[in-house]
């Protein structure tokens, strides 16, 4: 069972640079999400996609770029890499349902560590 | 947008029960409530959910206000592989808001 599988899970930059995150889930699941997390801290989503053709903001989404490319696949841009964005980033998906209110658990991948320099 | 609070850290010894308490002041009508764990260098995983009603599973029990207003996730007999950072989420619409967490320590 491969569920949600992110691309790389290493990575280094130098500060400008750009880069696309990948991120794949096989569960038909409806809804994606990027999530950062920093050294210590806890997970702030960039980015979201509740349906495919659908991408919305947010909390932290100054400086990144997304793409849901189709049901399966949802991607993260770095245009213009800086030392900021170094981090620890989650891609996730679940599938929603309508059950007296949204429900669905999320399913996270591994997670892919960015480093710019 | 954070709608939980929760405490930075707890610690408990092995074999004993924890409870993890969630503050979810605002929560409305429609919003599950979620319990992620989290390892060492890894994603989060899935713990438990419930709407009204106290749930249990395999990995853990929830407790839900009457209100709603708060939760608490319990741990009947910590192990030390328990140790993670547990965090509660509110998911009534798709942005899901993840909070700051508890860091649970267990000591052998």
């Known amino acids: 069972n491969a569920g949600v599988t992110q691309t790389p899970k290493f990575q280094v930059l130098k500060t400008g640079q750009s880069m696309t995150l990948q991120c794949a889930q096989d569960m038909n699941h409806n809804s994606m999400y990027w999530y950062r997390q920093d050294p210590g801290m806890g997970l702030r989503l960039i980015y979201y996609s509740a349906s495919e053709g659908t991408t919305d903001k947010g909390e932290v989404p100054n400086g990144y770029n997304v793409s849901r490319l189709n049901k399966r696949e949802f991607s993260l841009r770095l245009e213009s890499a800086a030392p900021s964005q170094t981090s620890v980033y989650f891609c996730?998906?679940?599938?929603?349902?309508?059950?007296?209110?949204?429900?669905?658990?999320?399913?996270f991948g591994e997670g892919s560590r960015l480093t710019v320099l | 947008d954070a709608k939980t609070t929760q405490p930075n850290s707890m610690e408990s010894n092995e074999e004993e029960p924890v409870h993890l308490p969630c503050n979810h002041s605002?929560?409305?009508?429609?919003?599950?409530i979620h319990w992620y764990r989290q390892l060492p260098s890894q994603g989060p995983e899935y713990v438990i959910h419930g709407l009204t009603s106290n749930v249990n599973n395999r990995m853990a029990s929830l407790a839900i206000a009457e209100d709603r207003k708060s939760s608490t996730l319990i741990l009947h007999r910590a192990t030390l592989r328990d140790a993670a950072v547990y965090y509660c989420?509110?998911?009534?619409?798709?942005?899901?808001?993840f909070g700051t967490g508890t860091r649970l320590q267990v000591f052998p």
């Open positions: 989420i509110l998911t009534g619409t798709d942005k899901l808001i």
């Open positions: 996730a998906s679940r599938k929603t349902v309508w059950d007296r209110g949204k429900a669905g658990e999320l399913f």
């Open positions: 605002t929560i409305s009508g429609t919003d599950y």
